[in-house]
C-alpha cells in the first residue's frame, strides 16, 4: 500500500527556467496537498486541489505558480521562470476526506535548488 | 504574532528524561490540532491528533486548552530515537489546511 509518492526528490534548475513536481496521492485519496518548506523555516500550505478542482490556493504565490489535479494522472506544481528564491522543499500530501480531523499524509518531498 | 508559535529549542534530554513542548495557537476558531515529527527535513510525520479530552499514545501524551490556546507534547521515558523536530500543527477551517509551528527540536543522548 504505497504511500504519498513525489518525484522527483531533487531537483536543480537554472534562473528562468521551469520546474514540475510531481505528487502521486495514497491510492484511494482524493484531497491533495502542496506545502513548501523553505530553509530554517516552517511548512507554509500553498494549494488544496481535488480531482480536477482547486478548492483552496490562498497560500499561492500569484505569479509563476500553479497547480493541478486531472482526472488522470499525478498532481502537478508547476513554476515557471523559477528565480532563486523559489528554492525550498516542495511538500505534497493527501487525505481522504475534507474533514478537517482527517489526518494529512505526506511525500516525501521534491528539493528544488535554483542555481 | 505567528498563528502558531513553539520553542525552537533545542532541548537537550538523556535517555529516560520526561521532556515537555507547549505550543501556541491565535486563531481561537481553529477546529483541529495534530502533532507531527520531521527528521532532518524530510517528510513530516503524523505522531498523534489532539483531542479536547487529552490523548495518550504509549509514551507520548498530547493536551489541548482552547482556553488558553495551547496545545502540548509529554514524552515520558525519552529515547534516542526520538531525536527529531516536532512539528505542532492547528487546522484553521473546517476544511484541509494546516498552518505549522516551525517546530521544536529535541535531542535525546545517552
Known amino acids: 500500500n504505497a504511500g504519498v509518492m513525489q518525484n522527483p526528490r531533487h531537483l536543480v534548475r537554472r534562473r528562468g527556467q521551469e520546474a514540475r513536481l510531481r505528487c502521486s496521492p495514497v491510492?484511494?485519496?482524493?484531497?491533495v496537498y502542496w506545502y513548501r518548506q523553505l530553509p530554517e523555516e516552517g511548512l507554509k500550505f500553498m494549494v488544496y486541489?481535488?480531482?480536477?478542482?482547486?478548492?483552496?490556493e490562498s497560500g499561492m504565490p500569484k505569479e509563476r505558480f500553479s497547480a493541478e489535479f486531472p482526472k488522470e494522472g499525478p498532481s502537478i506544481l508547476r513554476i515557471q521562470q523559477v528565480v532563486r528564491g523559489d528554492s525550498a522543499a516542495y511538500f505534497c500530501?493527501?487525505?481522504?476526506?475534507?474533514?478537517?480531523?482527517?489526518?494529512?499524509?505526506f511525500g516525501s518531498g521534491t528539493q528544488l535548488s535554483v542555481l | 504574532r505567528k498563528e502558531v508559535e513553539q520553542d525552537p529549542g533545542p532541548f537537550n534530554v538523556p535517555e529516560g528524561a520526561t521532556v515537555a513542548f507547549n505550543c501556541t495557537y491565535s486563531?481561537?476558531?481553529?477546529?483541529?490540532f495534530f502533532w507531527y515529527r520531521q527528521d532532518c527535513r524530510k517528510e513530516p510525520k503524523l505522531l498523534m491528533s489532539?483531542?479536547?479530552s487529552g490523548n495518550e499514545d504509549g509514551r507520548f501524551t498530547a493536551q489541548l486548552n482552547r482556553a488558553s490556546q495551547y496545545i502540548s507534547l509529554l514524552i515520558r521515558d525519552s529515547k534516542l530515537s526520538d531525536s527529531a523536530t516536532y512539528l505542532c500543527?492547528?487546522?484553521?477551517?473546517?476544511?484541509?489546511?494546516?498552518?505549522f509551528g516551525t517546530g521544536t527540536r529535541l535531542l535525546v543522548s545517552p
Open positions: 500543527v492547528v487546522n484553521d477551517s473546517g476544511f484541509q489546511k494546516l498552518v
Open positions: 491510492k484511494g485519496h482524493s484531497h
Open positions: 486541489l481535488q480531482k480536477e478542482n482547486i478548492i483552496d
Open positions: 500530501a493527501s487525505s481522504r476526506g475534507q474533514r478537517g480531523e482527517e489526518p494529512q499524509h
Open positions: 489532539v483531542y479536547s
Open positions: 486563531n481561537s476558531a481553529s477546529q483541529s
